[in-house]
Nanobody, 114 residues
Framework: QVQLVESGGGLVQPGGSLRLSCAASGSIFNINVMGWYRQAPGKQREQVAVITSYGITNYADSVKGRFTISRDNAKNTVYLQMNSLKLEDTAVYYC????????WGQGTQVTVSS
């Protein structure tokens, strides 16, 4: 069994920053992919950013240059630093671990509002 615990969501004004964290526990292979998806009201869930255990990253075009994904392999934790937040970044953000099966966190709300 794998468990993912997310933290760091909240309310922020446009242009502000937030940092999300996701800690994984359980039966985790050394080689895996961790990352973040998001789902806004009325929209499909979309990939935001992912990172392999080797540190290779991939970002959605909409967040390139604003968001940075990183991980601490020793802690099985992935982070998402979100800067220059926009209204359209408002969504529930979900952590994912591909191990190789997909495991999801419970989601954390990010609201960007003035």
């Amino acid at each position: 069994q794998v468990q993912l615990v997310e933290s760091g969501g909240g309310l922020v004004q446009p242009g502000g920053s937030l940092r999300l964290s996701c800690a994984a526990s359980g039966s985790i292979f050394n080689i895996n992919v961790m990352g973040w998806y998001r789902q806004a009201p009325g929209k499909q869930r979309e990939q935001v950013a992912v990172i392999t255990s080797y540190g290779i990253t991939n970002y959605a075009d909409s967040v390139k240059g604003r968001f940075t994904i990183s991980r601490d392999n020793a802690k099985n934790t992935v982070y998402l630093q979100m800067n220059s937040l926009k209204l359209e970044d408002t969504a529930v953000y979900y952590c994912i671990l591909r191990n190789p099966g997909a495991y999801w966190g419970q989601g954390t709300q990010v609201t960007v509002s003035s």
